[in-house]
């Protein structure tokens, strides 16, 4: 059986962090370590959990936090080097602190010694499961004691070669202090002895200081591409710096174990002449293998598409914030029309999402305190383009976020740095496998909708390969449309045009749509004529026509939307 993803497919993200995903221990403990608080392990993406994550129409699993970072737990036995308690956040680390670019953490592992062997198991369970692997390449940054003892002889460690009396080297892997020690005032001390390191190297977050703060990425040093920072930021880029060539050689190594693609975190922390380079140079070897960039400066995406190769970016300053403001009632649902506006020629690039490790749960009390406003948000998200969407582990079940894990504390994120489990995972976990009685309805009924609708976005050709047409300019002063809380927009592909229409409001509404006669002919839809209705979201069908003469009505429930597909 052939279970390649189709080409002509939406490309539907599942991030996940496999480190609390299966974990099903219910007795916790703020700042509990492994032993207390159990992990979750490759193992536990089984054929059976897999299958269940196609389900919601997913494409992509982005395994989040598999590289080997900095961590408090003790692997000395199997051949790793111990960090020190005051350069690791959380009992279990941040996986963001690399500290073996060829190795995987062994926290996720059954047998500690066999961890490569078991994520290149779940590397070959996910493409029989029908969906490809994405994972994350961390290339800014390191944890303060990395270390590579997976590496091969051939390949030199970072920092082997640097000459740490310099303050920057083009051939150094990192930036230096000379002559000056770190020095940390705050975190535990576990040990009987100070962390040391001196020269003191710079601090992931580009802090150039002996002393990094608390809120600085003090557990990270910053990786040197060039850029000599300490004299205006002059580009040393010919010949090649050393990081660059090593930096390849991860990812080849990485792409040489059948990941699908990459998300690159903080991107635009290293200078896109790199991506230029490498991206060029890893696609020679592996063409199909996807780049996605971690980029917040609106001003720099199209740099690091057309310059750096990339093929998608996060969209989080423009349609997250934007969505997210209209879910809590901050901003007019109107205002969504100026994120596509200024992303004009790029919008295919751009990666839509509502949750992330790095935000806030819909559902808890940062965010909009109910998931419910996640469903017209990720509507519009999902629907407006063709480019790809993401939803995070536990999203569609409503998952809240307000554990007070330990060093995360209680923020309306799941926690990244500690030991945990997350309950409606448990109970979802359980509610399939077991008697089925753990999710309440509400989870059950956000979960079938986030089925519903990532598989209509998924597989929908109007959906995949439509035009788009925003209603909203045409609507704004619309008396019998409240844009302030309902938006609108048309999609069209070949005999197909679709009519999106979502409610951001908590009471059912009863909208009228104005149609312009722009529309139509740039959609070249033929005004009035009949046409089978069919709502995707319900699979209602009927007969129905779309004109400039009047309005169409629709009547839209709480916190939803109508998706009217119009097949001529």
């Known amino acids: 059986m052939n279970n390649a993803i189709r080409e002509k497919e939406k490309m539907t993200i599942y991030q996940v962090f496999p480190r ?64 020190h308690s005051a350069v690791v956040k959380g009992k279990a680390g941040s996986p963001y602190a690399i500290k073996d670019y060829y190795d995987v953490d062994p926290d996720l592992a059954d047998h500690v010694n066999e961890r490569m062997a078991e994520f290149e198991d779940l590397v070959r369970r996910t493409h029989d499961a029908g969906m490809k692997v994405i994972m994350d390449f961390v290339p800014n940054h390191v944890a303060r004691q990395y270390y590579s003892d997976a590496r091969l002889s051939y390949v030199q460690d970072l920092g082997q070669q640097d000459n740490t009396s310099k303050a920057f080297d083009p051939n150094n892997n990192f930036y230096y202090m000379p002559g000056q020690a770190l020095i940390l005032h705050f975190g535990a001390k576990e040990e009987d002895f100070e962390y040391s390191e001196f020269p003191a190297k710079v601090t992931g977050n580009n802090c150039f200081s002996t002393s990094p703060g608390k809120n600085d990425w003090y557990e990270t040093v910053k990786l040197n591409y060039g850029i000599d920072y300490m004299n205006g930021g002059s580009y040393h880029f010919d010949p090649r710096p050393d990081t660059w060539n090593k930096m390849l050689d991860i990812l080849l190594f990485w792409a040489g174990k059948g990941i699908d693609g990459f998300r690159c975190d903080m ?177 059950k009924r956000l979960r079938e909708m986030y089925a519903r609708l990532l598989n209509i976005v998924r597989t929908e050709p109007v959906i995949v390969n439509g035009e788009f047409y925003d209603l909203m300019y045409v609507n704004k002063s619309n008396p019998y449309f409240n844009s302030h809380r309902q938006y609108a927009f048309m999609r069209k592909y070949e005999n197909e045009v679709l009519l999106v229409v979502v409610n951001f409001d908590k009471i059912e509404q009863t909208v009228r749509i104005e149609l312009p006669p722009e529309v139509f002919k740039a959609l070249h839809i033929r005004d009035n004529k009949a046409a089978q209705l069919t709502d995707l979201l319900t699979g209602e069908r009927s007969v129905s026509t779309l004109t400039d003469a009047f309005p169409y009505q629709v009547t839209i429930p709480a916190c939803s939307g109508r998706m009217l597909k119009f097949t001529y």
């Not at 002449?273 to 971690?294: G, T």
């Not at 109910?370 to 939803?391: E, L, Y």
């Open 267 to 443: 991107a635009e922390m290293v200078p896109v002449e790199f991506w230029n380079w490498v991206i060029s140079e890893v696609k020679k070897a592996h063409k199909d293998i996807l780049f996605i960039a971690e980029v917040y400066n609106p001003d720099e995406y199209r740099n690091y598409i057309y310059t750096g190769h990339f093929d998608y970016l996060y969209d989080k300053v423009g349609l997250y914030d934007t969505v997210r403001a209209v879910m809590c009632g901050q901003s007019p649902a109107s205002d969504i029309s100026y994120c596509w506006q200024s992303l004009e020629g790029i919008q295919k690039n751009m990666l839509n999402f509502l949750e992330n490790h790095d935000e806030q749960r819909i559902a808890s009390d940062f965010f909009a305190g109910d998931p419910r406003p996640g469903i017209p948000g990720m509507i519009v998200s999902a629907a407006m383009n063709t480019n790809p969407v993401m939803i995070y582990s536990g999203q569609e079940l409503g998952e809240r976020g307000m554990d007070e894990e330990g060093f995360s504390g209680r923020d309306g994120r799941t926690t990244i740095f500690d030991y945990w489990s997350v309950s409606s995972l448990r109970n979802w976990i359980n509610d399939w496998t077991f008697d089925g009685t753990k999710l309440t309805e509400d989870q």
């Open 20 to 83: 609390w995903f299966g974990n099903l221990k219910t007795t916790l403990v703020k700042n509990g370590d492994k032993t207390e608080n159990g992990t979750g392990k490759f193992s536990d993406f089984t054929p059976g959990v897999l299958a269940k994550i196609k389900e919601l129409g997913i494409t992509h699993v982005w395994y989040t936090g598999v590289i080997e970072h900095a961590t408090k737990t003790d692997y000395t036995a199997y051949g790793i080097r111990k960090d």
